[in-house]
């Protein structure tokens, strides 16, 4: 018996997807995604808001509809949420210029938390742009432009065509943010070419996540705010966030297993050349040298 338990784990061991769950593992992903889905909440979320309030009206609308689409949310709880965007008058009053910058400096934190995943992903040495709060900044922009572009065009058609038309559109849209987002915040030391099946793979599990969002986030809304009020709302929020994060986990850790591949998967997504990395990046760090187990995902061994 422990002969063919030895065999079947040597088996599992050689798979890729034992490799991506060996890799998130390595990343610490519950710690990660915690720490992911908080500061989507506290920073993220609230710029999302104020920059609502202050770009034209379509623009404001095109971002809201993406959002309300991607949470899943109906009912109440839409009602809810649409509020915290009408008050676009009181958010443009209350903020100023210098506290729109300070509100995108402030939600670069997350932007710094997403960083370390991919680095920690790609075993990639922290160097000294990293966490430059410039970087996140101008990945905030793309991703709000990005959710506009998908809100603009949402709006725009109609029918089981055109709905159709929309999920190719937005695969393309947010496999091309996802393509991005590694590219740049890996300090462009990855070759982008080997980036792509990861960015493939965040797109479509959080597009599968959204749709799914649609069949549970109303039942979790309800229940929590008939437990916790108002605050049951923010709950519910977190837990959407959660899950986004561990899709965006998945993915950050796919793409380097793929990508160095021995067999044939990452000869083709590797191409003519063996490197994954661009000429004169630094090399990437040594595997851990003890063996990976469930607890050393609940762990941070670096500050946030």
Same mark, same amino acid.
């Given at each position: !018996? ?23 593992? &390595?990343?610490?992903? @519950? ?6 889905? $908080? ?17 034209? &009206? ?13 949470? $899943? ?40 938390? !997403? ?7 790609? +075993? ?13 900044? @101008? ?7 990005? !959710? ?10 109609? =029918?089981?065509? $055109?709905?159709?038309? #929309? ?16 590219? #740049?915040?890996?300090? $462009?030391?990855? +070759? ?19 749709? /799914?969002?649609?069949?549970? !986030? ?17 709950? /519910?929020? @977190?837990?959407?966030? /959660? ?14 297993? #793929?990508? &160095?591949? /021995? ?7 590797? =191409? ?33």
């Amino acid at each position: !018996m422990r002969q063919r338990v030895d065999a079947l784990r040597e088996w599992l061991e050689r798979l890729l997807l034992w490799r991506v769950w060996e890799r998130m593992l &390595e990343i610490e992903f @519950i710690d990660r995604s915690v720490a992911l889905a $908080g500061k989507a909440f506290v920073s993220f979320f609230p710029l999302v808001i104020v920059v609502a309030a202050l770009v034209p &009206e379509g623009a404001r609308e095109s971002i809201l509809t993406t959002l309300t689409h991607r949470l $899943g949310l109906t009912g109440d709880a839409l009602t809810t949420f649409q509020e915290a965007f009408a008050s676009a008058d009181d958010v443009r009053r209350a903020t100023s210029v210098l506290g729109l910058v300070f509100t995108f400096f402030f939600a670069a934190s997350f932007t710094t938390a !997403m960083q370390r995943v991919y680095l920690r992903a790609w +075993r990639r040495p922290p160097g000294a742009r990293t966490g430059a709060h410039w970087r996140g900044a @101008i990945w905030l922009v793309a991703a709000l432009g990005a !959710m506009a572009a998908l809100g603009l065009v949402r709006g725009a058609i109609d =029918g089981a065509a $055109g709905v159709g038309l #929309f999920a190719v559109l937005s695969l393309a849209v947010t496999t091309g943010l996802w393509w991005f987002t590694p590219w #740049f915040l890996l300090l $462009g030391d990855v +070759r982008p070419r080997v980036l792509l099946p990861g960015a493939v793979i965040t797109s479509v599990s959080l597009g599968v996540f959204a749709l /799914s969002a649609t069949i549970w !986030m109303p039942g979790v809304v309800e229940d929590n705010e008939v437990q916790f009020g108002f605050f049951g709302t923010a709950l /519910s929020l @977190i837990t959407w966030f /959660s899950g986004a994060a561990m899709c965006l986990l998945v993915g950050a850790c796919a793409g380097p297993v #793929f990508a &160095e591949d /021995s067999g044939s998967v990452g000869s083709l997504i590797r =191409g003519q050349t063996d490197a994954t990395l661009t000429p004169g990046a630094p090399p990437s760090l040594p595997p851990p040298a003890h063996e990976l187990s469930i607890r050393d995902a609940f762990q941070s061994t670096d500050d946030e």
